[in-house]
């Protein structure tokens, strides 16, 4: 069965701080994707990245990153210099190959502090 | 502009009655879903279609039903079964194609109980 832990529930830092954001998945399937979506206040889900199992390249868009380790059934985020825009509920989630499913993590409320 | 509009933002229900919750996409996206987002947990998913005239149960589909006349529409009916409805309802849509597409969003529609 898949499953995606986000263990931390909620973190505060104050602006410019970097902050890791952590992700855990369970899989029994070799072909599998892995998401990060944010959820700001207004509610909607924005997607941020999209990772397959086959490509463990770490990556790197502005001040976001994502590492990705198999070795670990991780793949965390970093925001780099946190900004308040930042404040959001992030979710991590995964999808099997051959499964139309997406299943979500808890999510991680983020609050960054002038 | 090209997205997912959901309607209404908030919704009230009274006792033994059912509700529809409209989504409609103009993404030309062939696949549809329905999730419910309850306080500090993730999204479940409830009901998705992968195309016009089909759909299939998520992981909570009791009390609730769908349809899929159109392909850029997916209302969601919470019905009078549905005991604990009250939660935040998010649809999405993807592309299908061979490789694992991203899910967009809409805004959402709350609903709570009168």
């Known amino acids: 069965a898949q499953k995606v832990t986000q263990a931390q529930t909620e973190i505060s830092v104050v602006e410019k701080e970097d902050v890791t954001l952590d992700c855990v998945y369970e899989t029994r399937d070799t072909t599998y994707y892995l998401f990060w979506y944010k959820q700001p206040p207004s509610g909607e889900l924005v997607f941020l990245i999209r990772r397959n199992s086959f490509d463990e390249q770490n990556e790197i868009s502005g001040r976001y990153s994502w590492n990705f380790q198999k070795s670990t059934s991780s793949f965390n985020f970093t925001i780099t210099a946190s900004q308040v825009v930042d404040s959001a509920v992030y979710f991590c989630a995964l999808s099997e190959g051959g499964s139309e499913k997406l299943v979500f993590g808890k999510g991680t409320k983020l609050t960054v502090n002038p | 502009d090209g997205g997912i509009t959901q309607s209404p933002k908030y919704l009230f229900r009274k006792e033994g009655q059912n509700v529809t919750l409209s989504c409609e996409q103009n993404?030309?996206?062939?696949?549809m879903y329905w999730y419910r987002q309850d306080p500090g947990q993730g999204l479940r998913l409830i009901y998705y279609s992968q195309i016009v005239n089909d759909f299939q149960k998520g992981d909570i589909a009791e009390g609730y039903s769908v349809s899929r006349e159109k392909k850029e529409s997916f209302p969601l009916t919470v019905t009078s079964a549905q005991k604990n409805p009250t939660a935040f309802y998010l649809c999405?849509?993807?592309?299908?194609?061979?490789?694992?597409?991203?899910?967009?969003f809409g805004a959402g529609t709350r609903l709570s109980v009168l």
């Open positions: 993404l030309n996206h062939d696949a």
């Open positions: 999405a849509s993807s592309i299908r194609t061979w490789t694992k597409n991203i899910q967009y």
